[in-house]
């Protein structure tokens, strides 16, 4: 094996000749020794020889033994290799970074040529990796730039693929907006169910945001790059249920397509499978769907063929399934199917902390589609729309948005015009402001024997008092009296008239 400099360099005596081979040979040894790891290329790029090192790579990058590995073409086992490069140049890279399944190291690569000058191979040299590197801060941070990089051209590619018809998600997690320790506590279960193949079951009231956390668990999954279909039962007339889930063989029946067509089981494999308002099944499909879940495979209208097929399910129900299940509207089997990793998503009313964060996005999403200028709220208006019972959640709330905005003149909501818009909506208002001792005041003075009480009985009467009308105000749901009055449950529970 002789060195770079030999072919470009004047005869040197035998005994420079010699030491030269040596220092060569000895060079060759500190690297194999001293690095990381050695790999050596042929002419035609094929991996020839890897030191003892380089071997403990092999299972990240998917090979179980050497013998599978050596012989390989290294662009085929190396992922973002530049071997290939210093074989047509001829030229060393000294000092690279390369990223590929086994992590990310700094490398050297060096042609290696016969006596003649000409390039025989390469040899390429592990400096240091991620784990033991002295360089690990500046290595992480290589790494993050090039999984943003890595994301951002995701995105672009899912864009690109939109515009041609294929289904994806459209939000994430950070679309699901809220800080409060519920939606906390819901998206960290929801991350954790995106690493997970089994079917997921979002459960929540009409509003709440099913769809678009089912769009951010896939979006967050290994299948983030196939399709996402969704498909809404409800929607759906019965009698087209089956060919929609499970497509149409080709002259099923009068009228069908020569072609056939495809179902969503079929459209979404690869994929997530989305089904919407599943509470509303028909129980003659519920039994299709279940041996389609259980066997990864269907039968399309009118085929008496199974076609496999491999999407992850995503359900979801505004409906009490365990009622259902109970009163025979859906079948037992099928629910534990799907109840494997349920999320409940809660209304609105229960994360009214949240409700001014969603004002502020949900405004600025409306102006932009309407092109016109995002609406400034005042106090007293946000305090009045976060103390709403808000019966159809995040959409009821985004409908009443949607009519302030194109009511307002000025640019500046008060609380009047949504006291306005709330009357006219047909919507029970609840005044943010806790009811105060002052006002409770003229209630004790129609009984004079009252002021002779001792001071803590009258404090206790006037709270009860309070807690009543709050009751009243919020028809009974104690969730919200307890936030109308700026107290806990317990406390509130404690005062109940």
Same mark, same amino acid.
């Given at each position: 094996m002789s060195s770079t400099a030999l072919s470009h360099q004047p005869v040197l005596p035998k005994d420079a000749q010699s030491i030269l081979n040596l220092a060569a040979k000895s060079l060759f040894d500190v690297f194999a020794n001293a690095s990381e790891g050695m790999l050596l290329v042929d002419r035609s790029g094929s991996v020839v020889w890897i030191n003892d090192q380089y071997r403990r790579y092999l299972p990240a990058l998917g090979f179980a033994s050497e013998a599978d590995f050596v012989g390989q073409p290294v662009a085929a086992v190396v992922q973002n290799t530049q071997m290939q490069r210093v074989l047509e140049t001829g030229k060393p890279i000294l000092i690279d970074l390369l990223t590929n399944k086994a992590g990310t190291f700094v490398v050297s690569r060096f042609p290696l040529r016969?006596?003649?000058?000409? @390039?025989?191979?390469? !040899?390429?040299?592990?400096?240091?990796?991620q784990p033991q590197s002295n360089l690990q801060p500046f290595l992480a941070k290589f790494s993050l730039m090039q999984r943003e990089l890595d994301e951002a051209r995701d995105a672009l590619a899912v864009q690109r693929r939109s515009g041609v018809g294929l289904r994806q998600a459209r939000h994430?997690?950070?679309?699901?907006?809220?800080?409060?320790? @519920?939606?906390?506590? !819901?998206?960290?279960q929801a991350?954790?169910?995106?690493q997970s193949s089994s079917p997921v079951l979002l459960l929540g009231e009409t509003g709440t945001g099913k769809e678009l956390l089912a769009h951010a668990i896939h979006a967050s999954s290994p299948r983030a790059k196939g399709p996402l279909v969704s498909v809404n039962i409800a929607a759906v007339p019965e009698t087209l249920l089956e060919a929609e889930f499970f497509g149409v063989a080709p002259g099923a029946y009068t009228g069908a397509d020569r072609k056939g067509r495809d179902g969503k089981f079929k459209l979404a494999d690869g994929g997530t499978l989305f089904l919407d308002e599943i509470g509303d099944m028909p129980l003659g499909l519920q039994a299709k769907l279940l041996r389609a879940l259980q066997e990864g495979e269907m039968e399309p209208l009118g085929s008496n063929r199974l076609v496999p097929f491999d999407a992850r399910i995503i359900a979801a129900t505004s409906r009490d399934l365990v009622k259902l299940v109970q009163s025979g509207q859906f079948r037992e089997d099928l629910f534990y199917r799907l109840n494997v990793l349920p999320l409940r998503l809660p209304p609105l009313r229960e994360r009214a902390s949240d409700v001014p964060a969603l004002i502020e996005v949900l405004a600025e999403d409306l102006a932009l589609r309407s092109d016109l200028p995002q609406p400034e709220f005042s106090p007293q208006a946000v305090a009045l729309l976060s103390?709403?019972?808000?019966?159809g959640n995040v959409r009821e709330l985004r409908n009443v948005l949607e009519q302030l905005l194109l009511r307002s003149d000025t640019g500046m909501v008060d609380v009047s015009e949504v006291e306005l818009v709330l009357r006219e909506s047909g919507l029970s208002q609840i005044s943010p402001a806790p009811a105060t001792r002052q006002s409770l005041l003229p209630v004790m003075a129609q009984d004079a024997n009252a002021w002779l009480a001792p001071l803590s009985e009258q404090v206790e009467a006037l709270e009860r008092l309070a807690v009543a009308k709050a009751l009243e105000v919020t028809q009974g749901n104690k969730v919200a009296a307890a936030k109308m009055l700026g107290v806990s449950r317990?406390?509130?529970?404690l005062r109940l008239p």
């Open positions: 016969d006596d003649a000058g000409q @390039v025989i191979g390469a !040899l390429g040299v592990v400096l240091f990796d994430s997690f950070a679309s699901f907006i809220g800080s409060s320790s @519920v939606v906390v506590d !819901l998206k960290r991350r954790r169910a995106a103390a709403q019972y808000w019966r317990a406390k509130l529970y």
